[in-house]
């Protein structure tokens, strides 16, 4: 096989045979013609190095092809010969030569003549440095087993002349080969015509592809196809060596038809060269299985996205266009970003090499409705480049779009497809699901046409500092040097923390500080690109250096390309900061052992938890590359002048009332649950390193609905947290965010009135009203003094160049808008093209509604059980954020949309490493009030509770043992402590914080949830009992000592038979039965290693010593005169306050049992605050060392006096088009409704997937 400089091609010469034009009388009539083997390499352009970034050369390039090869005598058995064509590639102004090789693979001598039948338009040529006359011939006498290469030379200059006729230049020259054997004599002719197609190369510099990490030089383009040749493809990207991309491979000529355009593969370094031979193969077995006949093929085209397509206002839409036929994208509204996610198919039937020559072409356009589409980009390939991918499949790869009328004006845009030809015998793979992530590696998946400049970037980023950077190595070595008295007596930062930058494939690193938790880096990283480039994210990562082991991840965060520039000729470059950029992963709490949502600090899933912060400056500049990759120390003056300015805080207030908590599942209900307010480090409750606050509500048992899920009984008192922290004055920010998203919300809701209308075929007269009161409203609100966006000013909040370039884009477009409805007001004739319209108006101001620089962390909430985080959820911090009004009575437009409003939120489990989803979708529900703004403001929050009182309580609890009756005798923790017995809180030892004054003596406040059973309140209640089973290792398992118990694991004597009801409850059910509708086997159990540590599982291991199953059945109410007095009896006996339990560490519960050897009850104390009150806190002496003293926070409730009750009616009729669960095709569906602390079930339809249930629901609340 021949390897020319680039690459190679083979194939045989009667499957590739090709005429172009005829052959000469001459070639046709030698006395005795063999077919001889052909491996045959050739290319389509070429790699020209100058120091010129934009000039359009004409190459040159050749491409053999086969002109005609008969057989017309038997080859002798013991003899081969081959012919083996090479074609260089060729510089400007240079001769090119055509390398003609022959073979001799038989032990005889062979002895070959050359003849040419050149065209006038080569005059003459050479071989092996004689004259090559057109009468000429020259004969070569090859040795047995030997190679010998005779080139064909020919003059550049009479090509350049040929092209300005604009023909095709071509030359034919015949091989004679004669087999010297003893006794026979054989004479082989082969006709070959080499076509010479144009060539239209733009050179580009092509270093620091995605795929390599050199530096490399101007990378190759593909060209225009000529007639008989076509567009080529490279890798446009540096070697991993660093060197210059000289030599294009052999398969770049592969394009395929006339006048197709070349593609350049957007991979460099080795696996672009891997991924180029592999195409090889493939092509030669591709194209070898199709027929020569006509058959039927289908090209299947997937449109996933585009990304920063040129212009302001744009409604773009994908024309795809195969040959002559062509499918169009639905359009998408006022967006440089459109998602599409569309499939279309196009079948042709016709010859195979017909078909792999038709062009794919992807058109998009800006969509006008009262004006021709105007072109944005285009970008076309053959169908036989697509043929030679992997599964005649290109996938998920991104076009990079030009326009043909402007060539010269550089990218347009880009766009992700994937497409696929479907051939005779091939198998239908369907394209994979549409990724959406930005992380994927884009470089080096993007083809762009030859002829496209990309122009030099560098990118600088200034790091100055990090902040609160949590504990990543073990301190067992520091507490074993203070149990010695070694090594210093200064708490060790156990944390050496670096930063790590990445882009488009290149990264660079900070130098690594040891042991500091508040590194002050103090510099600056570099990284070269192509721009514009497709990859629109810049990765900072924080890490922790590792000697042993490898270096861990601490936290991930990125800044989108997007929100820190602009395009078009009003935008500018990206630029960023100085500013915070907050950085989340898993929870902060440091463990020896392996960290559970490790994974989540890779910043592909959704952090779970505020990690650091990092003060970040970005900086970009086009037309060079960075010198170097290592960080480079920023100047003493600059950090100065950036820490004294950018490291000004204000206190900030954040205040929440839990109204509710419902839809809680009984995974997590076997346990005291407890909610953390937390912003950034600050409420932390298990991070020492904070101040206490009163972040977390009282542990509460949640009650079951008696139906599936579990509420918290929160009734008059709703629990309240509140943290202090300090943040930076970032409201210019934030009140012009909000005041966008507001305007957004409310042209929203008057579009959706005007859809509704039109859907239900309102009056015309109607429907037009509303319209006019929708643009007549968007005036009012773009024209309101209130409602402008502030303007930044550095005297008054931290801004940045970035805050003054954001402004006078959004006054700019804000603008265009009221002009544009004022228009519309006075013109609008049709109603479907004006909504249209208005639609546009509402994508424009999504566009604007963003904040790239907000460094205030999000508010988190999350769910603990039994001291273990189980459920989060995040809130932007602007969405609750407060803006002061001078008039108190009113509330000014830049709050946040959830500021002090009750609102909903779902709180949701920490994802799972491969992102899928649990059983149990929402892992609770909230009705919260939430509440920040600064300190000076903290006196607004109480306008949030129209109704509700809000109290501060001081809290203690008493612990007695049950050592021969009740008393203090034998108590194993103090006699007044908090909740969890570690710290002595007695109650003559609180003494008022500063600024508040006791209002109330101590009194006993019981747990809210002992004063609720589970079927209070209720007429009909599911009752439930676990059976309970265990094993010792290697056995069967048996019945443990508590057989049958409830949820908590409480022994229920008797087992289910014995259960006995109250005088005004019956049986509903007959029996009782087997509950499988939940995460269990197939027998109904749930596993786990022992039963005080719950987490049970559905598949069983061997470890498991433990399972249980639920047995369920209904009961309704009959109450009656003597149970009612008796029910109130018992709960003036609840009213003493008292909770008991086995042992103080174990679950403790409302009704005394004879096993129970402690018991608990708290005790509060109300606290009001004077004038300039700061927050409350008590202070404690440690037990054991009087040198450590103990801050404990006191608690906060929200008391209303009158409730109000609800009832809700859910009519359900039916419902269509049920997803199948079952085997057979259909399913049992079911209804179930929830609201507050009810749920309700409909009844079961079996097998079915039109379930009709026509049946009322009623809750009452």
Same mark, same amino acid.
């Given at each position: 096989?021949?390897?020319?400089?680039?690459?190679?091609?083979?194939?045989?010469?009667?499957?590739?045979?090709?005429?172009?034009?005829?052959?000469?009388?001459?070639?046709?009539?030698?006395?005795?013609?063999? *077919?001889?083997?052909?491996?045959?390499?050739?290319?389509?352009?070429?790699?020209?190095?100058?120091?010129?970034?934009?000039?359009?050369?004409?190459?040159?390039?050749?491409?053999?092809?086969?002109?005609?090869?008969?057989?017309?005598?038997?080859?002798?058995?013991?003899?081969?010969?081959?012919?083996?064509?090479?074609?260089?590639?060729?510089?400007?102004?240079?001769?090119?030569?055509?390398?003609?090789?022959?073979?001799?693979?038989? #032990?005889?001598?062979?002895?070959?003549?050359?003849?040419?039948?050149?065209?006038?338009?080569?005059?003459?040529?050479?071989?092996?440095?004689?004259?090559?006359?057109?009468?000429?011939?020259?004969?070569?006498?090859? %040795?047995?087993?030997?190679?010998?290469?005779?080139?064909?030379?020919?003059?550049?200059?009479?090509?350049?002349?040929?092209? @300005?006729?604009?023909?095709?230049?071509?030359?034919?020259?015949?091989?004679?080969?004669?087999?010297?054997?003893?006794?026979?004599?054989?004479?082989?002719?082969?006709?070959?015509?080499?076509?010479?197609?144009?060539?239209?190369?733009?050179?580009?510099?092509?270093?620091?592809?995605?795929?390599?990490?050199?530096?490399?030089?101007?990378?190759?383009?593909?060209?225009?196809?000529?007639?008989?040749?076509?567009?080529?493809?490279?890798?446009?990207?540096?070697?991993?060596?660093?060197?210059?991309?000289?030599?294009?491979?052999?398969?770049?000529?592969?394009?395929?038809?006339?006048?197709?355009?070349?593609?350049?593969?957007?991979?460099?370094?080795?696996?672009?060269?891997?991924?180029?031979?592999?195409?090889?193969?493939?092509?030669?077995?591709?194209?070898?299985?199709? %027929?020569?006949?006509?058959?039927?093929?289908?090209?299947?085209?997937?449109?996933?996205?585009?990304?920063?397509?040129?212009?302001?206002?744009? #409604?773009?839409?994908?024309?795809?266009?195969?040959?002559?036929?062509?499918?169009?994208?639905?359009?998408?509204?006022?967006?440089?970003?459109?998602?599409?996610?569309?499939? =279309?198919?196009?079948?042709?039937?016709?010859?195979?090499?017909?078909?792999?020559?038709?062009?794919?072409?992807?058109?998009?356009?800006?969509?006008?409705?009262?004006?021709?589409?105007?072109?944005?980009?285009?970008?076309?390939?053959?169908?036989?480049?697509?043929?030679?991918?992997?599964?005649?499949?290109?996938?998920?790869?991104?076009?990079?779009?030009?326009?043909?009328?402007?060539?010269?004006?550089?990218?347009?845009?880009?766009?992700?497809?994937?497409?696929?030809?479907?051939?005779? #015998?091939?198998?239908?793979?369907?394209?994979?699901?549409?990724?959406?992530?930005?992380?994927?590696?884009?470089?080096?998946?993007?083809?762009?046409?030859?002829?496209?400049?990309?122009?030099?970037?560098?990118?600088?980023?200034?790091?100055?500092?990090?902040?609160?950077?949590?504990?990543?190595?073990?301190?067992?070595?520091?507490?074993? @040097?203070?149990?010695?008295?070694?090594?210093?007596?200064?708490?060790?930062?156990?944390?050496?923390?670096?930063?790590?930058?990445?882009?488009?494939?290149?990264?660079?690193?900070?130098?690594?500080? !040891? #042991?500091?938790?508040?590194?002050?880096?103090?510099?600056?990283?570099?990284?070269?690109?192509?721009?514009?480039?497709?990859?629109?994210?810049?990765?900072?990562?924080?890490?922790?250096?590792?000697?042993?082991?490898?270096?861990?991840?601490?936290?991930?965060?990125?800044?989108?390309?997007?929100?820190?520039?602009?395009?078009?000729?009003?935008? =500018?470059?990206?630029?960023?900061?100085?500013?915070?950029?907050?950085?989340?992963?898993?929870?902060?709490?440091?463990?020896?052992?392996?960290?559970?949502?490790?994974?989540?600090?890779?910043?592909?899933?959704?952090?779970?938890?505020?990690?650091?912060?990092?003060?970040?400056?970005?900086?970009?500049?086009?037309?060079?590359?960075?010198?170097?990759?290592?960080?480079?120390?920023?100047?003493?003056?600059?950090?100065?002048?950036?820490?004294?300015?950018?490291?000004?805080?204000?206190?900030?207030?954040?205040?929440?009332?839990?109204?509710?908590?419902?839809?809680?599942?009984?995974?997590?209900?076997?346990?005291?649950?407890?909610?953390?307010?937390?912003?950034?480090?600050?409420?932390?409750?298990?991070?020492?390193?904070?101040?206490?606050?009163?972040?977390?509500?009282?542990?509460?048992?949640?009650?079951?609905?008696?139906?599936?899920?579990?509420?918290?009984?929160?009734?008059?008192?709703?629990?309240?947290?509140?943290?202090?922290?300090?943040?930076?004055?970032?409201?210019?920010?934030?009140?012009?965010?909000?005041?966008?998203?507001?305007?957004?919300?409310?042209?929203?809701?008057?579009?959706?009135?005007?859809?509704?209308?039109?859907?239900?075929?309102?009056?015309?007269?109607?429907?037009?009203?509303?319209?006019?009161?929708?643009?007549?409203?968007?005036?009012?609100?773009?024209?309101?003094?209130?409602?402008?966006?502030?303007?930044?000013?550095?005297?008054?909040?931290?801004?940045?160049?970035?805050?003054?370039?954001?402004?006078?884009?959004?006054?700019?477009?804000?603008?265009?808008?009221?002009?544009? *409805?004022?228009?519309?007001?006075?013109?609008?004739?049709?109603?479907?093209?004006?909504?249209?319209?208005?639609?546009?108006?509402?994508?424009?101001?999504?566009?604007?509604?963003?904040?790239?620089?907000?460094?205030?962390?999000?508010?988190?909430?999350?769910?603990?059980?039994?001291?273990?985080?189980?459920?989060?959820?995040?809130?932007?911090?602007?969405?609750?954020?407060?803006?002061?009004?001078?008039?108190?009575? @009113?509330?000014?437009?830049?709050?946040?949309?959830?500021?002090?409003?009750?609102?909903?939120?779902?709180?949701?489990?920490?994802?799972?490493?491969?992102?899928?989803?649990?059983?149990?979708?929402?892992?609770?529900?909230?009705?919260?009030?939430?509440?920040?703004?600064?300190?000076?403001?903290?006196?607004?929050?109480?306008?949030?509770?129209?109704?509700?009182?809000?109290?501060?309580? *001081?809290?203690?609890?008493?612990?007695?043992?049950?050592?021969?009756?009740?008393?203090?005798?034998?108590?194993?923790?103090?006699?007044?402590?908090?909740?969890?017995?570690?710290?002595?809180?007695?109650?003559?030892?609180?003494?008022?914080?500063?600024?508040?004054?006791?209002?109330?003596?101590?009194?006993?406040?019981?747990?809210?949830?002992?004063?609720?059973?589970?079927?209070?309140?209720?007429?009909?209640?599911?009752?439930?009992?676990?059976?309970?089973?265990?094993?010792?290792?290697?056995?069967?398992?048996?019945?443990?000592?508590?057989?049958?118990?409830?949820?908590?694991?409480?022994?229920?004597?008797?087992?289910?038979?014995?259960?006995?009801?109250?005088?005004?409850?019956?049986?509903?059910?007959?029996?009782?039965?087997?509950?499988?509708?939940?995460?269990?086997?197939?027998?109904?159990?749930?596993?786990?290693?022992?039963?005080?540590?719950?987490?049970?599982?559905?598949?069983?291991?061997? !470890?498991?010593?433990?399972?249980?199953?639920?047995?369920?059945?209904?009961?309704?109410?009959?109450?009656?005169?003597?149970?009612?007095?008796?029910?109130?009896?018992?709960?003036?006996?609840?009213?003493?306050?008292?909770?008991?339990?086995?042992?103080?560490?174990?679950?403790?519960?409302?009704?005394?049992?004879?096993?129970?050897?402690?018991?608990?009850?708290?005790?509060?104390?109300?606290?009001?605050?004077?004038?300039?009150?700061?927050?409350?806190?008590?202070?404690?002496?440690?037990?054991?060392?009087?040198?450590?003293?103990?801050?404990?926070?006191?608690?906060?409730?929200?008391?209303?006096?009158?409730?109000?009750?609800?009832?809700?009616?859910?009519?359900?009729?039916?419902?269509?088009?049920?997803?199948?669960?079952?085997?057979?095709?259909?399913?049992?569906?079911?209804?179930?409704?929830?609201?507050?602390?009810?749920?309700?079930?409909?009844?079961?339809?079996?097998?079915?997937?039109?379930?009709?249930?026509?049946?009322?629901?009623?809750?009452?609340?």
């Amino acid at each position: 096989m021949v390897m020319s400089g680039t690459g190679l091609l083979t194939g045989t010469a009667s499957m590739f045979s090709r005429k172009s034009r005829p052959m000469s009388s001459e070639s046709r009539s030698p006395p005795k013609l063999l *077919a001889a083997s052909l491996e045959w390499t050739s290319h389509t352009c070429t790699s020209l190095k100058t120091a010129r970034s934009r000039r359009e050369l004409h190459a040159l390039g050749s491409n053999a092809v086969i002109g005609s090869v008969e057989d017309h005598h038997k080859k002798p058995k013991d003899s081969e010969v081959a012919f083996e064509v090479d074609t260089p590639h060729v510089r400007l102004g240079d001769d090119f030569n055509v390398d003609v090789r022959m073979k001799n693979t038989s #032990n005889k001598e062979c002895t070959f003549q050359y003849r040419s039948t050149a065209t006038p338009l080569f005059y003459t040529g050479c071989v092996q440095g004689k004259p090559f006359h057109d009468s000429g011939m020259i004969e070569v006498t090859i %040795p047995g087993n030997e190679v010998v290469s005779a080139p064909l030379s020919v003059p550049a200059a009479q090509y350049l002349k040929h092209l @300005k006729a604009h023909e095709q230049p071509w030359v034919e020259v015949e091989l004679y080969g004669r087999v010297q054997e003893s006794g026979l004599c054989d004479l082989h002719t082969l006709a070959l015509e080499l076509t010479v197609p144009q060539l239209h190369v733009e050179l580009v510099s092509g270093g620091g592809g995605g795929g390599g990490d050199g530096e490399g030089g101007d990378a190759a383009d593909g060209g225009d196809g000529g007639g008989g040749g076509g567009g080529g493809f490279d890798d446009g990207g540096g070697d991993d060596d660093g060197d210059d991309d000289v030599a294009p491979t052999a398969d770049e000529a592969a394009g395929g038809a006339a006048g197709a355009p070349g593609v350049v593969m957007g991979g460099g370094g080795k696996e672009g060269k891997v991924q180029r031979r592999a195409m090889l193969r493939r092509r030669k077995a591709n194209r070898a299985q199709l %027929p020569k006949k006509p058959c039927d093929f289908q090209v299947r085209v997937h449109v996933v996205e585009a990304r920063k397509l040129v212009g302001q206002n744009i #409604n773009p839409v994908v024309n795809v266009r195969v040959w002559d036929q062509v499918q169009p994208t639905a359009v998408k509204k006022a967006t440089n970003r459109p998602l599409f996610d569309q499939t =279309f198919y196009f079948s042709f039937h016709m010859a195979p090499r017909e078909f792999l020559d038709k062009v794919v072409t992807f058109e998009v356009m800006n969509s006008r409705t009262l004006r021709s589409d105007s072109m944005i980009g285009t970008f076309q390939f053959d169908t036989g480049l697509c043929y030679d991918f992997e599964n005649h499949s290109i996938i998920q790869k991104w076009l990079l779009l030009t326009n043909p009328v402007d060539p010269n004006g550089g990218p347009k845009g880009y766009l992700k497809i994937s497409c696929s030809v479907v051939g005779p #015998n091939d198998e239908v793979k369907p394209h994979p699901k549409a990724v959406l992530d930005d992380n994927c590696d884009i470089e080096s998946n993007l083809l762009r046409p030859s002829g496209v400049q990309l122009a030099p970037a560098t990118f600088t980023v200034r790091l100055y500092r990090a902040e609160d950077v949590p504990q990543m190595d073990t301190a067992l070595f520091e507490g074993l @040097k203070k149990a010695i008295g070694v090594g210093s007596k200064k708490p060790k930062e156990l944390v050496d923390p670096y930063v790590q930058m990445s882009f488009a494939g290149n990264k660079s690193e900070t130098t690594t500080l !040891y #042991n500091n938790a508040n590194p002050e880096f103090r510099e600056e990283l570099k990284i070269g690109c192509k721009f514009p480039s497709m990859c629109d994210r810049i990765r900072l990562r924080i890490m922790d250096k590792d000697n042993f082991n490898r270096d861990d991840t601490v936290g991930t965060a990125y800044l989108n390309l997007s929100e820190i520039s602009a395009p078009g000729e009003t935008g =500018f470059l990206p630029t960023f900061g100085p500013c915070w950029i907050n950085v989340y992963g898993s929870p902060r709490e440091y463990s020896d052992m392996m960290d559970e949502y490790d994974y989540l600090n890779q910043g592909i899933l959704e952090g779970v938890s505020y990690r650091a912060r990092m003060l970040v400056e970005v900086t970009s500049e086009i037309g060079s590359l960075p010198e170097s990759r290592r960080p480079q120390p920023i100047d003493d003056a600059d950090c100065a002048r950036v820490e004294q300015y950018f490291l000004r805080r204000r206190k900030f207030q954040l205040r929440a009332a839990f109204m509710s908590g419902t839809l809680v599942p009984e995974q997590v209900a076997d346990s005291p649950l407890s909610f953390e307010l937390s912003i950034g480090n600050y409420g932390n409750e298990l991070d020492k390193n904070v101040p206490p606050a009163s972040s977390t509500t009282q542990p509460t048992n949640p009650v079951s609905d008696g139906e599936y899920y579990y509420y918290l009984p929160w009734t008059a008192s709703k629990p309240c947290a509140s943290v202090t922290c300090h943040w930076e004055d970032v409201a210019v920010r934030i009140d012009s965010l909000n005041l966008l998203i507001n305007l957004c919300d409310r042209l929203d809701r008057n579009v959706q009135r005007v859809h509704h209308l039109q859907q239900a075929q309102a009056p015309p007269a109607e429907t037009a009203r509303a319209f006019i009161d929708l643009v007549d409203c968007l005036r009012k609100d773009l024209e309101d003094p209130r409602r402008q966006l502030p303007k930044p000013s550095r005297s008054d909040h931290i801004v940045t160049k970035l805050d003054f370039q954001i402004h006078a884009i959004r006054e700019q477009e804000l603008k265009g808008i009221l002009e544009s *409805a004022e228009q519309l007001r006075m013109s609008a004739t049709d109603l479907v093209e004006a909504m249209n319209e208005v639609d546009t108006y509402l994508s424009r101001l999504r566009n604007l509604a963003f904040e790239g620089q907000n460094s205030v962390p999000d508010v988190i909430i999350w769910m603990l059980a039994n001291k273990k985080r189980v459920a989060f959820a995040r809130i932007p911090a602007s969405e609750v954020m407060y803006a002061h009004h001078e008039d108190k009575t @009113k509330w000014n437009e830049a709050c946040g949309k959830n500021c002090g409003k009750p609102q909903t939120v779902y709180l949701r489990w920490p994802p799972k490493k491969d992102n899928t989803s649990p059983k149990y979708m929402v892992a609770a529900q909230l009705r919260i009030v939430i509440w920040l703004g600064q300190d000076q403001y903290a006196a607004d929050w109480i306008r949030c509770a129209d109704e509700g009182e809000i109290s501060v309580y *001081a809290e203690t609890y008493e612990n007695q043992a049950n050592f021969f009756g009740w008393g203090k005798k034998g108590v194993s923790r103090p006699n007044w402590s908090d909740v969890n017995g570690k710290m002595a809180l007695e109650t003559d030892k609180f003494t008022e914080p500063d600024g508040w004054k006791w209002t109330e003596d101590w009194f006993i406040n019981p747990e809210l949830s002992l004063n609720f059973s589970q079927d209070s309140g209720k007429s009909e209640f599911l009752e439930d009992i676990f059976e309970y089973q265990q094993r010792i290792p290697g056995t069967s398992w048996t019945h443990s000592k508590t057989s049958w118990g409830n949820v908590r694991g409480d022994e229920v004597e008797g087992g289910r038979d014995e259960v006995e009801l109250e005088d005004d409850w019956v049986w509903q059910d007959v029996e009782w039965s087997l509950d499988k509708n939940r995460a269990c086997d197939e027998d109904g159990y749930e596993y786990t290693l022992d039963p005080s540590m719950a987490g049970y599982v559905p598949v069983e291991r061997n !470890y498991h010593l433990c399972r249980r199953r639920r047995w369920v059945r209904r009961r309704v109410r009959q109450l009656t005169d003597k149970q009612r007095k008796k029910m109130a009896k018992l709960q003036d006996k609840m009213k003493e306050g008292w909770e008991y339990s086995r042992l103080f560490s174990t679950k403790f519960h409302a009704i005394e049992k004879k096993i129970d050897m402690a018991r608990r009850r708290r005790w509060h104390r109300k606290l009001t605050a004077q004038e300039d009150a700061s927050a409350p806190l008590f202070y404690f002496p440690d037990a054991d060392d009087s040198d450590v003293i103990h801050q404990v926070t006191p608690r906060m409730f929200m008391t209303f006096k009158e409730p109000h009750r609800y009832q809700l009616r859910v009519y359900l009729y039916q419902a269509r088009n049920v997803r199948s669960a079952d085997s057979s095709g259909l399913s049992d569906p079911y209804c179930r409704v929830a609201m507050g602390r009810q749920s309700a079930t409909s009844i079961i339809l079996k097998k079915t997937i039109m379930p009709t249930w026509d049946q009322t629901l009623i809750l009452d609340d």
